[in-house]
């Protein structure tokens, strides 16, 4: 089956808001209003009906220079993340940020890169190739 092909060029970013750019540059189109900049808004664009592919409409993902966004979107990346976030979240959310923020601190636990693919992978009809 032919797919639609969009490709995350690593090179265009090295933080997660620059990463957030790249998606909307390459997943919307002629939106008359900004998408949100987290992960949940994330998850939401790539289901598609945002101008680049219909609604679960079958695309490739390829991401370029992947091992870049290995480091850029790391350990070091995502405790900045969890640190910038724990005054913003829901009380009942703090023990969680902490945790996470206790795992990556030992050297353990997700990085945003790796919480960028379990959304990616978890769309059916995403296909994802990292270069």
């Known amino acids: 089956m032919d797919r639609k092909t969009l490709i995350i060029n690593a090179d265009n970013f090295s933080d997660l808001e620059g990463f957030y750019c790249e998606i909307d540059n390459i997943l919307t189109k002629n939106l008359g209003w900004k998408t949100g900049h987290n992960l949940d808004a994330f998850n939401d664009l790539l289901r598609g009906g945002f101008g680049v592919h219909e609604y679960e409409e079958p695309i490739k993902i390829i991401w370029k220079y992947f091992e870049k966004s290995k480091i850029d979107l790391g350990r070091n990346a995502t405790i900045k993340y969890n640190e910038e976030r724990i005054s913003k979240v829901h009380p009942s959310n703090v023990q969680d940020v902490n945790s996470w ?8 636990g997700e990085t945003l890169c790796d919480v960028i693919l379990d959304i990616i992978n978890g769309h059916e ?7």
């Open 125 to 131: 009809h995403i296909e994802l190739e990292l270069k």
């Open 101 to 108: 923020l206790s795992e990556l601190r030992k050297g353990e």
